[in-house]
């Protein structure tokens, strides 16, 4: 098994920067790729950017030039530093980790959620 536990989250004004943090615990050989993903009300989990294990980066056309996504790999943790934040950013934030256990097993694991909320 394989935890992450997401952090960060919290109420900021419009223009405001926050950062989210996620760390991974567990038995697990290798951690691919890393993504951060969010769920608005009333809408779509969406992904907002993803890091491969070789650090290839990839980023929703609605948060390119914001957002930056970076990965520690001896701390097992994933981070989203968010800039120039807008009310459209407001959601729940979810991280998620393609890992590899032992014996080759591979799946997707997914953290509890953070929420981030942007004021007007």
């Known amino acids: 098994q394989v935890h992450l536990v997401e952090s960060g989250g919290g109420l900021v004004q419009a223009g405001g920067s926050l950062r989210l943090s996620c760390e991974a615990s567990?038995?697990?050989?290798?951690?691919?790729?890393m993504a951060w993903h969010r769920r608005a009300p009333g809408k779509s989990r969406e992904v907002v950017a993803q890091i491969t294990g070789e650090n290839s980066l990839n980023y929703a056309d609605s948060v390119k030039g914001r957002f930056t996504i970076a990965r520690d790999n001896g701390r097992n943790t994933v981070y989203l530093q968010m800039s120039s934040l807008k009310p459209e950013d407001t959601a729940v934030y979810y991280c998620?980790?393609?890992?590899?256990?032992?014996?080759?097993?591979?799946?997707?694991?997914w953290g509890q959620g953070t929420q981030v909320t942007v004021s007007s």
């Open positions: 998620s980790a393609h890992v590899t256990l032992p014996g080759n097993y591979q799946y997707t694991s």
């Open positions: 567990g038995s697990f050989v290798s951690i691919n790729n």
